[in-house]
């Protein structure tokens, strides 16, 4: 059985809402929710802890109703991205804060800080108060506090928002160390696909209060259940028809330009197909590989973002967003009007509806 379940939950709060939302997550998951700004991912939180009462549905945790529990009752922590620390109280009472309710033995309870502390990095912060600490230091001892208690879940809400990349990426690995060692269930709110592959074993995609996918990152990037989620992900959206199928693989017409994909669609069918940016390979010249879409381009775009590129390839009137990374970029010396061989694989071609 599923070790938090919720059924068919439906909330109406005006400008924000679910519909129909049903999830399964297994003990020990790590599920990333993602999606566009009033989604409803907090809300699908903040439901689930308590806070709002569903006009319909149920939420379970451990095969336990949990729909009208009391919010202290649910065993459920959550870490916001503002952190929520007492300012008047040092970072070590502030972690201790929730464990005093669990335990009297006050030799335990300093243990248990040290250990996590030491595990965050933060051990040697203890007797300092909120104002003196970084912004990356106010969120380990938020997430000190909130794994500490050991509760069955712990939810997060965007919680390295205001945090720089490098402190974010420092951030990732000492959570996900201290997420295993504590063998949590995590459901973390994003809206930092860096998250997803860093952290998840699970992600959620969320609009309009609906859930659209639900599944590991790698099935939901690379195949997108529908054009709204294919879009939300970054991936290249084409339009095309299906011209013929050669032995496994079709051949597709997108726009007058010939692409194969290994998916099967029924001939004369109009589809749109998906091709992820980082399965697009660039080169000076093209050379012999297991390719079987291979055209010459002509970059028309460039974009540097944080640690990668994003360069929009023309083939024959086809526009193509691509992923590389800045040392790619020098290499090869991309620039604006450069042309360039495009290739990638009929197995990263996704044919959606």
């Excluded at 938090?4 to 049903?22: A, C, M, P, Q, T």
């Excluded at 600490?133 to 000190?144: K, N, P, T, V």
């Excluded at 060692?181 to 995590?186: I, L, P, Q, S």
Aim: net charge neutral; aromatic share 8%.
């Amino acid at each position: 059985m599923s070790f938090v379940k919720i059924e068919n939950l439906n909330i109406n709060l005006g400008e924000f809402k679910l519909e129909d939302v049903n999830l399964s997550v297994e003990k020990g998951d790590y599920v990333t929710i993602i999606g566009p700004t009033g989604s409803g991912k907090s809300i699908l939180l903040e439901t689930a802890l308590g806070f709002y009462t569903p006009e319909t549905g149920k939420i379970f945790l451990e095969e336990t109703d949990i729909t009208n529990l009391n919010p202290e009752k649910r065993d459920i922590s959550i870490i916001y991205q503002d952190y929520a620390l007492f300012p008047h109280m040092t970072v070590y009472e502030n972690i201790e804060y929730g464990l005093k309710k669990r335990l009297n033995d006050k030799k335990t309870i300093k243990e248990e800080i040290i250990q996590i502390t030491k595990m965050l990095g933060i051990d040697h912060l203890l007797n300092r108060k909120p104002e003196t600490l970084s912004g990356g230091e106010m969120q380990r001892a938020s997430i000190a506090r909130g794994l500490i208690i050991k509760p069955k879940i712990l939810f997060m809400d965007e919680p390295f928002s205001a945090l720089d990349v490098k402190t974010k990426e420092k951030i990732r690995v000492l959570v996900k160390t201290a997420i295993k060692k504590y063998g949590t269930t995590v459901l973390h709110v994003t809206h930092d696909f860096e998250d997803i592959w860093s952290l998840a074993d699970k992600v959620l995609i969320m609009k309009g209060g609906r859930v659209y996918q639900y599944g590991t990152p790698e099935e939901v990037f690379s195949n997108p259940s529908s054009e709204i989620v294919a879009d939300f992900v970054g991936t290249n959206i084409l339009d095309s028809k299906v011209e013929e199928i050669s032995g496994n693989i079709s051949v597709l017409d997108v726009s007058g330009v010939k692409i194969y994909s290994s998916d099967i669609a029924k001939v004369g069918e109009n589809v749109k197909v998906s091709i992820r940016p980082e399965n697009i390979i660039v080169a000076l010249k093209c050379f012999d590989s297991s390719a079987k879409n291979v055209f010459n381009g002509k970059v028309t775009e460039i974009k540097k973002r944080g640690h990668l590129v994003w360069l929009t390839l023309d083939i024959g009137g086809v526009d193509l967003k691509v992923l590389i990374t800045p040392n790619s970029l020098e290499a090869l010396e991309i620039e604006e009007n450069k042309n360039l061989c495009v290739m990638f694989k009929a197995t990263g071609v996704k044919i959606i509806r």
